[in-house]
Every structure is written in C-alpha cells, then in structure tokens.
C-alpha cells in the first residue's frame, strides 16, 4: 500500500468514525427529555433521587408533598447530610406536608453506578416495584440505563429536573457510551 492510499484510508476511517459519533450525539439528545409530564397522584410506591445536580432536591421534595409518593429515598447524600439539611431545602409552602420519617437517606452511592448499586440493595428490602427517578434532564439517558440494567424488574417513571446545561452534553454523552460498552462487556462476559 502506498503512502498516499495508507493516508486516504485512515482519512476515510476518521471521517466514518466521526460520523457514527454525530449520529450518536444527536441521537443522545433526542433521549434527553425537555418538559416536565404531568404525574398522578400515588403513581408510584417511591420517589427516587440521584443527588448532585441543583434542583433535583427541591423537585422530588415537591412530588413527595404533591403525594405522587409518600416514600422518598435519596440516593448519594454526603455522609454528613441529616434529614434537616433536606427539609430545609424544600420551599416554605410545602415544608408542612413532608413526612420527614419517609424519607430515606442513601450515603452509599458515589456515581451513577453507586446510585443504582444503593438503590437497588434498598429496593430488595421492600415490595416496591415502581418508582419516579429524579434526575437532571441530561443526567436521565445514563440513569436510566444504569437503573433499569440493574433492576430489570421494576418499573421506572422519570422525573427530570429541565436544564439547559449544554456544557454537561458532551460529557454525559461520553459516559453513556462509556456505561453502555461497560454493559455490553459484562452482558457478553457472563454469557459464556
């Protein structure tokens, strides 16, 4: 092969490359929701909640007072948050109709994966079966894959708190792919 057709081919295989990661890109933000749907009241057995973005608190808090759950566990609070650091995060209107004994602090998860890892060892320990995930509105594709891969069984409603954060984009496209190539590894790995 000559030089020149060595560097035609690895032109060609970059420009491919780049095309497939565009296309996945714009496939990755038509999965990021951008409204919030109405909820019904008592939709489902808990509200679940992946700290680390603003607003995400004060939302699920919010649904926990609008009764679309009387349970809510918060996944990924920092080891030195008490239920007082979380109720005073909730709005002055809704601070009388939030049942601080139903809320459930998770000081275990990390990351995404640490989130569904604790989420999924305190939904073993209920009945529950359907939850509302709260989450930013970027964050959800990578929640949702993580959540669902690890509790095939239960049913998963989002709730996302609408960003426009589009400096995340490209960082949580990253990871997505990241976390979907993890998944298919560990799938391919254990069928053997």
């Known amino acids: 092969m000559t030089p020149f057709n060595l560097r ?6 970059l420009i491919l490359v780049f095309c497939v990661w565009f296309i996945g890109l714009k496939w990755f933000e038509s999965q990021i929701p951008q409204n919030i749907k109405s909820l019904p009241e008592h939709s489902a057995d808990a509200i679940v909640i992946l700290t680390g973005g603003s607003g995400r608190l004060e939302y699920a808090l919010r649904l926990m007072a609008e009764n679309k759950s009387g349970i809510l566990f918060i996944s990924g609070a920092g080891k030195d948050v008490t239920l007082d ?6 709005q002055n209107d809704i601070r009388g109709k939030i049942n601080r004994q139903n809320i459930i602090l998770g000081h275990q998860g990390e990351n995404t994966i640490g989130n569904a ?3 999924k060892g305190w939904i073993e320990k209920t009945s529950y079966r359907k939850i509302i995930l709260v989450t930013s509105s970027y964050h959800m594709p990578r929640s949702l894959l993580e959540l669902s891969t690890t509790m095939p069984e239960v049913s998963i409603t989002t709730a996302p708190v609408i960003t426009d954060d589009n400096e995340m984009l490209l960082s949580e496209y990253h990871k997505y792919i990241a976390s979907k190539l993890r998944h298919i590894f560990i799938s391919v790995t254990q069928s053997k």
Request: no cysteine; net charge neutral; glycine share 0%.
């Open 85 to 90: 650091d979380v109720i005073r995060q909730a």
């Open 117 to 119: 890892e604790e989420i």
């Open 8 to 13: 035609r081919k690895i032109f060609s295989t």
